[in-house]
């Protein structure tokens, strides 16, 4: 058909665009991610994952893949834990990488992963530091948080009531002197046993399904209101489970990765999105 090749994929429902570009040709502007991302012009998600050659955007990383993560608002953003997952399933299904442990690159650094043989992956998320504190409001209601960066930059706020009955329709507010580049805003339950649950609203995007830096940052913030930095917690997210570990100055994800779909975009489509 001579179209742009595609893939869809999902880790814990959170949901991407993958487009196979190893030499770095394809030009990816804002106005073409949104568009992908749109759910009723495009083919619909929270974000675009570019597979391309460190090499090929002159980038020196210690891995041969990075990935190119782009917001479904078109903005750059550093990282995306559960993007990492569905880029390393294309990179290992695909045949693009031999080995089940490697290295991928990212604007957050080098990230380290690992596939297992139940098609999860692992990935070494880099420390989850905390940075502060902070107020997001709510529909009128404020909620006090710890900020945590994860190589991208999060508020995170315990919540007494049920997170699920929380209006997360519309931009919650957040202080834009403390971020001002935006901000991923996690609200969790505390449910005992080392696990919680999260919903999750993401810069650029809106609330999604999971969100993967922003379950490390979770549970970092958790650890942290209890006096510790080290430990292992699940997070229930309304698009299933992941498992986070954090230690002093590291941090791991692990979780399901799924893809779904590959086909090709239309040239006049994309062509038609001008530059």
């Given at each position: 058909m001579g179209g742009i090749e595609f893939l869809k994929g999902?880790?814990?429902?959170?949901?991407?665009?993958?487009?196979?570009?190893?030499?770095?040709?394809?030009?990816?502007?804002?106005?073409?991610?949104?568009?992908?991302?749109?759910?009723?012009?495009?083919?619909?998600?929270?974000?675009?994952?570019?597979?391309?050659r460190s090499s090929?955007?002159?980038?020196?990383?210690?891995g041969e893949w990075f990935m190119d993560y782009r917001n479904a608002d078109g903005s750059l953003?550093?990282?995306?834990?559960?993007?990492?997952?569905?880029?390393?399933?294309?990179?290992?299904?695909s045949g693009l990488v031999a080995e089940r442990d490697f290295v991928i690159g990212t604007r957050a650094g080098d990230r380290p992963v690992r596939m297992h043989a139940d098609?999860?992956?692992?990935?070494?998320?880099?420390?989850?530091?905390?940075?502060?504190?902070?107020?997001?409001?709510?529909?009128?209601?404020?909620?006090?948080g710890v900020a945590v960066n994860v190589?991208?930059?999060?508020?995170?706020?315990?919540?007494?009531?049920?997170?699920?009955?929380?209006?997360?329709?519309?931009?919650?507010?957040?202080?834009?002197?403390?971020?001002?580049?935006?901000?991923?805003?996690?609200?969790?339950?505390?449910?005992?046993?080392?696990?919680?649950?999260?919903?999750?609203?993401?810069?650029?995007?809106?609330?999604?399904?999971s969100c993967g830096t922003g379950t490390v940052a979770a549970v970092a913030a958790a650890l942290h209101l209890a006096g510790t930095d080290t430990g292992e917690a699940t997070v229930d997210v309304p698009g299933g489970r992941v498992v986070v570990e954090v230690r002093r100055g590291a941090s791991t994800l692990t979780g399901p990765a799924e893809i779904v779909a590959r086909g090709e975009l239309d040239e006049h489509w994309w062509a038609g999105l001008g530059a």
């Open positions: 999902h880790g814990t429902q959170n949901d991407f665009v993958l487009l196979p570009d190893p030499d770095g040709r394809l030009e990816l502007t804002e106005a073409r991610v949104a568009a992908l991302c749109d759910r009723r012009r495009g083919l619909g998600a929270d974000g675009v994952l570019r597979i391309v090929a955007l002159g980038i020196e990383s210690g953003a550093e990282m995306c834990g559960n993007g990492v997952r569905v880029f390393v399933r294309h990179l290992v299904d098609d999860s992956v692992t990935v070494e998320m880099g420390p989850a530091t905390i940075t502060g504190t902070s107020v997001t409001v709510v529909a009128g209601k404020p909620f006090s190589g991208n930059p999060h508020l995170v706020s315990v919540v007494e009531d049920d997170v699920d009955e929380l209006d997360l329709r519309d931009q919650p507010d957040f202080d834009s002197d403390v971020f001002p580049d935006g901000v991923n805003l996690e609200f969790i339950n505390l449910l005992g046993g080392d696990a919680l649950k999260m919903r999750v609203h993401e810069r650029g995007v809106g609330e999604t399904r």
